[in-house]
């Protein structure tokens, strides 16, 4: 019985349970509850808040991002799919520095480089962290199957992909490898 009370005061309070040797189901009841990623305000690579709600309707492309990795070519189809499918799906781009040190710019220098080298008029949001324990709630979200219903897919390198449904349910993972005008994309998006 103090056990059930203990947890209940620690969700309740707010409070984190945190344990190097937590299993996975009980480290997930520490991140907030969340049915879709519209449940998720994250901030504009200027600083601005930004709702997920706000894109309700479309597909989303949601993709983490590096300015001196091997996969940022990426970026010149992540804009052409921008531009060409616009009209089904949006794509966010969320920069991160996890792997290789190879997003080390601040996000004024990000923006500026990928609109500089790429053309990049798709929205970009602020750098976060991807992966591991401080990865931003959306992408704990993202990468947690007990939360999304769908996959436990983290990120391992730049540039990995989640596809999101109209109604903001995660509907596949891509790994960097798979580019953003690759068939199997493509064909997902016009599901």
């Known amino acids: 019985m103090k056990s059930f009370v203990l947890l209940g005061a620690l969700l309740i309070g707010g409070l984190s349970i945190s344990s190097r040797n937590a299993t996975p189901a009980m480290t997930d009841l520490t991140l907030p509850v969340a049915g879709t990623v519209y449940d998720f305000t994250v901030k504009t690579i200027d600083g601005k808040d930004a709702k997920l709600s706000q894109y309700k309707g479309k597909k989303l492309l949601i993709v983490n991002t590096a300015s001196e990795c091997g996969y940022t070519p990426q970026y010149k189809e992540l804009e052409e799919l921008h531009q060409k499918y616009g009209s089904k799906v949006t794509v966010l781009g969320f920069p991160a520095n996890n792997f290789g040190g190879q997003e080390p710019g601040t996000n004024e220098q990000i923006a500026t480089f990928c609109e500089k080298n790429f053309g990049v008029t798709f929205p970009l949001f602020s750098k976060v962290s991807v992966a591991g324990a401080d990865a931003a709630p959306l992408f704990q979200y993202l ?49």
Not at 158 to 185: A, M, R, T, W
């Open 143 to 191: 990468g947690s199957k007990v939360r999304n219903g769908v996959t436990d897919e983290k990120p391992n390198w730049n540039f990995c992909k989640y596809l999101i449904d109209e109604q903001g349910h995660v509907q596949g993972f891509y790994p960097s490898k798979v580019k953003p005008l690759s068939e199997e994309l493509l064909a997902a998006i016009q599901k």
